[in-house]
Each structure stands twice: as structure tokens, then as C-alpha cells.
């Protein structure tokens, strides 16, 4: 549900305002101007829901001058026996933006929302409310979540002729609990013009804002990105629907960044400091994310666990922060250049997986684990990579030493029924890795989904490293040759899950921009060998 509504003291306030008007007029000889709706709030872009948890939940939205977020909830659509809250202040040092964590929400209820912002000024204008709804976490309900990366990517940007992100309007169709954010939600580094051809001389036309117009360098250009996702209807309406959490990735940035990138060539970048751009692109993100804030032991941290209810735990990964240096990735000894978690995300991982209590656990991963991702040759004219493989087939090596340890200890800790979630490639895909098959062969076989993209160019299959015996039983992706296909090819796809309460079953299911299931797979609980093929 997506829909504008007034308060009473708003319409109140219009009333007033209107009978001043007329009076100025009956005794004043210059013309009246009035001033009242030219000073309340803006809420162009709409309300957002986050990091659903037992009993709480994030609510955002953003105001377009200085106001106070208000926030009025109840468990009914007619909103009797609401709660109002004063929420914070939304000042230019957030563009604006704001969130207040819902709490003590009733377990399985659905709660309907409404939002609204008071100016801070002496009139006290308020903005007209939006409202929206979501289910609470339910210990005792069936699971539907939705995962999907990759927005506004490669110049496809919003094509209201084709009506708009279609996608996002076809995940809030299959009405999931929640939503996961796989990385990509805006590319900063992706200029949008007003036209594209596309695949057989096709026009793909742009909504275009000067922001998106060239690469992002300034704070004001990386928020922009987001404001414009946001311009979309069908992301707004989803968004006012289905609470979710999000990654980052490498284009809320600028591609492939890590200690290792070098602008120094790129001439659409006047500014050279990558570390400036990602502080940047840092702070906007976490400003339009609908994330709960972390402790101010470390703020801007993205990676986070999200417990809904008894059937699964979510490990959502920060694959970007803490890597070491994009390199020729074949180091045979752990070092700072081969660290891709680190080493504190992936302690916080190896426990919250072995203290999970949830009958699934699911990492939800930016990039995948046994896809070969290049990023050109680095100086001595070796290939260098992008993400956890390395292309050599062979034993762990370089980022793979990380993620073999981390798949021992799975392992050696018998944790069971853990499946990954990932993005980035932009095709979909179904991944079974077979310790038979496999190099370093010291894990248990596990599944890994993909899906994506969400908005933006379609590419792939990308090959497969052997290091861990990846097995490619499904993938959809553009024909040989092709690349960087449109939206309209209909190569867009997104991920869902289904966890039933009764058998624990798991089922994934991945599914195209219109909401076929192109194909699905049933993992069951608790199996002798979870994981195995069947």
C-alpha cells in the first residue's frame, strides 16, 4: 500500500491560513501572496522500511528543507489507538534524510505507518503524510524474502515509456516479508544520458537529473544517485511495502575500487583520491540506506545479522571495506593482501553462524564465491581480480585462503543449512559446490543463488574457478556475444525464498522481470548431507 493522506491539524492549518488570505484581501489595498504551501515539507522520496528485527523496525523517509520527522503507527488501516512519535530532526548536515527505529512491535502483527514532516519554523507547516505497511518479524509464520543487486547500471536508467524499474513493481507482487539489497544499489561511476540504443536498434529513453549526468565526486553528486532511484514509482511503492536491509558493493563508488585503484587516467574523474570518493559515497550511502545505525565503536559498519524469527538468520557481508588490494590474487601465504572479510567480520561470522539457533542460515553475499571476476593486469602484466577466485583452478590461494577457512570451520563446526545469496554478475545463476569436485575439498557441499541485475545491463555467464568445485546447474544469461543487453531483453531477475514452517523446507526460486519462475530448487532441513544434489 502506497497512498497520500492528511492529518486533521494540517488541513486545520490550510483552513487558517485560507481566512488570513481573505482577510488581507477585504482590508489591504496590495495583492495578498501566499506563502503557507510554499513552506511545507516535501517528501519526495517517499518512506522506506529497514532491518526488520523481533519487535522493531526502521522507518525512512526525507524531507526536502529542515523539519522533524513525525511517525504515527498503528496495527489497524483506520489508525485507532495509534502511537505518534516526535521523531528527529532532518537538517542539511543528512540531506535531509531521517529514520526512527519502531519498537515493541507485536510478534506477526501487520503495522501500518504513517509519516509526516513538521517545518521548523514559527508556522509549523507540515508536509501531506504518506503511509505504508509492513508485517512484523512472526516466530510462527512461513518465510518469503526476496534478494536482487545492480540498479541503474550501464546507462539504463528510468525509462518511464517502459514504465520504470518494472521489476521492483513485480517483487512487491509476490508480497515477500523483506528484502535484501545484494550491492549495486546505485552506480556512481555509470553516467545517464537521455538516450541509449539498445540491443536491435532500439531507443532506450532516460528520466535524466544533473546528477546522474556525469561520474559522482562531490556528496551532493553520490546522493543524487539515490535521490533518482528514488524518483522511480514502482521502487517508491515497493519500498513503502517491504522492509529490507542493504550491502555495498563497488558502484555506489566507482568500479572495482580497493587500495589498489588508480583514477589517474580516468578523465571523467577531477577528483584522483579514491579514499575521498568512498568517504563520500560512504556518507550518502549510509544516509538513504533505511539501515538501523550501528554503535559509534564503528558507525559506517555494513555488515549485519537479521534474525526473523526461528526458521532463519541472515548474515548480510561487507565484501568491500575490508578487502585487501585488487591483485594477481595467488599469494600462498594469509596477509593483508589477501584479506576479502578481514579478520574481525570474519570472526563476528564463524560465531554468529555457530551460536545461530535458526533452522537456516543464510549468508548473503555482494559477490560470488567461484565466479572468475577480472580487473585488467596489474604492473608486472599478471591478471589481477576482482573478487574471491583467481582463475588458476588450483588449491586456496590469495582471497581464497579466507574463504576455505571459513568453509572448514562450517565444517568442523557442523553447522548445518546454510545456503549463500548473491549479486553482482548480472544473470542468474545456480551454483552446487561439491567438495568431490573440488581442489580444497576440506567443507561440506553447500548451494549458492544468484540473481540480479534489478535495473541496469545484462552480461554474462561468467567461467567458473575449480578451487572449490563449483558445479553451474542453472544460469540465464544474455546469448554468446552479446553484452550489456536492456531491460527490455527481459534478462533481469530476482531471487526469492520460501521457508515453510511446517517441513522446513527451503525453496529458491529465481524468477525474470516478469515474475516467472525460470527455475527453482528445494532444499530440505536437516539432511544427512544438506547441500546434496537430490
Do not use: C
Not at 582471497?399 to 565444517?411: D, F, G, N, P, V
Not at 541496469?456 to 556475444?481: C, E
Request: proline letters at 6%.
Amino acid at each position: 500500500m502506497y497512498s497520500i493522506d492528511k492529518k486533521p491539524h494540517a488541513l486545520l492549518g490550510k483552513l487558517a491560513t485560507t481566512a488570513a488570505t481573505v482577510a488581507s484581501l477585504l482590508f489591504s489595498a496590495a495583492p495578498a501572496v501566499v506563502t503557507a504551501d510554499s513552506a511545507a515539507p516535501l517528501m519526495e522520496q517517499g518512506i522506506q522500511f529497514g532491518d526488520p528485527a523481533p519487535g522493531r523496525a526502521i522507518v525512512w523517509s526525507r524531507s526536502d528543507r529542515p523539519a522533524r520527522m513525525m511517525v504515527e503507527y498503528a496495527f489497524n488501516e483506520q489508525f485507532t489507538d495509534s502511537k505518534i512519535i516526535r521523531g528527529p530532526y532532518a537538517l542539511e548536515v543528512s540531506d535531509f534524510t531521517a529514520r526512527q527505529d519502531l519498537t515493541d512491535l507485536p510478534d506477526g502483527r501487520d503495522v501500518f505507518v504513517k509519516v509526516w514532516f513538521e517545518a521548523l519554523t514559527n508556522a509549523r507547516t507540515t508536509s501531506e503524510p504518506i503511509t505504508g505497511h509492513f508485517r512484523a518479524v512472526g516466530r510462527h509464520d512461513d518465510i518469503r524474502f526476496v534478494w536482487g543487486g545492480d540498479t541503474a547500471g550501464q546507462g539504463w536508467g528510468i525509462n518511464e515509456s517502459f514504465g520504470g524499474m518494472r521489476i521492483y513493481e513485480t517483487m512487491r507482487q509476490v508480497k515477500p516479508q523483506f528484502f535484501i539489497q545484494s550491492g549495486d544499489n546505485v552506480y556512481s561511476d555509470s553516467p545517464i544520458t537521455d538516450t541509449k540504443v539498445a540491443e536491435n536498434g532500439q531507443l532506450w529513453t532516460n528520466i535524466v537529473t544533473p546528477e546522474v549526468a556525469k561520474v559522482a565526486e562531490t556528496l551532493d553528486e553520490f546522493r543524487g544517485r539515490y535521490k533518482y532511484n528514488l524518483m522511480d514509482a514502482n521502487l517508491r511503492r515497493f519500498n513503502a511495502e517491504v522492509p529490507q536491509t542493504w550491502q555495498w558493493d563497488d558502484h555506489e563508488v566507482v568500479n572495482n575500487w580497493s587500495d589498489s585503484k588508480d583514477l589517474t587516467a580516468d578523465t571523467r574523474y577531477t577528483v584522483k583520491d579514491v579514499p575521498l570518493l568512498i568517504a563520500r559515497a560512504s556518507r550518502a550511502f549510509h544516509e538513504y540506506a533505511p539501515l538501523r545505525p550501528q554503535t559509534a565503536e564503528e558507525p559506517e559498519r555494513v555488515y549485519r545479522k537479521i534474525s526473523y524469527g526461528p526458521l532463519v538468520d541472515v548474515f548480510v557481508l561487507d565484501m568491500r571495506n575490508y578487502r585487501g588490494p585488487n591483485s594477481f590474487n595467488l599469494q600462498t601465504q594469509e596477509g593483508p593482501d589477501t584479506a576479502f572479510l578481514g579478520d574481525d567480520q570474519l570472526a563476528w561470522l564463524q560465531q554468529g553462524l555457530k551460536q545461530s539457533r535458526a533452522v537456516w542460515k543464510v549468508i548473503s553475499a555482494d559477490m560470488p564465491i567461484g565466479l572468475n571476476i577480472a580487473d585488467g593486469v596489474d604492473d608486472q602484466g599478471r591478471a589481477r581480480w576482482e573478487a574471491i577466485a583467481n582463475g588458476n583452478n588450483g588449491p586456496a590461494a590469495g582471497r581464497e585462503l579466507e574463504i576455505a577457512h571459513l568453509l572448514s570451520y562450517i565444517k568442523q563446526n557442523r553447522i548445518r543449512n546454510v545456503v549463500w545469496l548473491t549479486a553482482d554478475v548480472h544473470y542468474a545463476a545456480a551454483h552446487y559446490y561439491d567438495p568431490s569436485k573440488a581442489q580444497s575439498k576440506d567443507f561440506a557441499p553447500f548451494w549458492e543463488f544468484v540473481s540480479g541485475p534489478l535495473n541496469a545491463g545484462s552480461f554474462g555467464p561468467n567461467t567458473t574457478d575449480g578451487t572449490f568445485g563449483p558445479q553451474v546447474v542453472f544460469f540465464k544469461a544474455p546469448p554468446p556475444g552479446q553484452v550489456n543487453l536492456s531491460p527490455y531483453s527481459g534478462l533481469q531477475f530476482f531471487g526469492e525464498v520460501n521457508i515453510n514452517r511446517k517441513n522446513r523446507a527451503l525453496t529458491v526460486d529465481l524468477k525474470d522481470l516478469y515474475g516467472a519462475s525460470v527455475f527453482s530448487k528445494t532444499l530440505n532441513a536437516d539432511a544427512p548431507r544438506h547441500g546434496a544434489m537430490q
